[in-house]
């Protein structure tokens, strides 16, 4: 069995932001698809789920949080994770040595 990666979860001092999250008093289950959702459940999901984000005093110290932690899943900071994973490639992309891409 390969190695598991490393958690990439920021070593923040600070947390309590989290206790002003608007998701706070919101439906947990919209910010978190359930397995194999997809299509118009999914999509109406993720909106009501930003809906909640949009009036949200702390989206960006969130949106800041989940990007450095690269959080694969859920909503967060007003992003879905089909947002954040579109950031993360072209982040990555953009981290590629120009001999790198130069080779391939
Ligand atoms: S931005 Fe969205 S996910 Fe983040 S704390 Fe606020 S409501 Fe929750």
Redesign the pocket.
Known sequence: MPPLPIARVPLDERWD??L?????T?DPTL?FHPRNERGRSRDNRDRA?LY??E?????G???DY?MRAREAH?????LTEDEREIIFRRMDADCVPEHAAEAS
Request: proline residues 4%.
């Open positions: 932001w989290q002003d999250g608007a998701c706070r919101a910010f789920a909640v984000c009036r949200c005093p702390v989206v110290m969130c949106r989940a859920g909503v967060w900071g007003g």
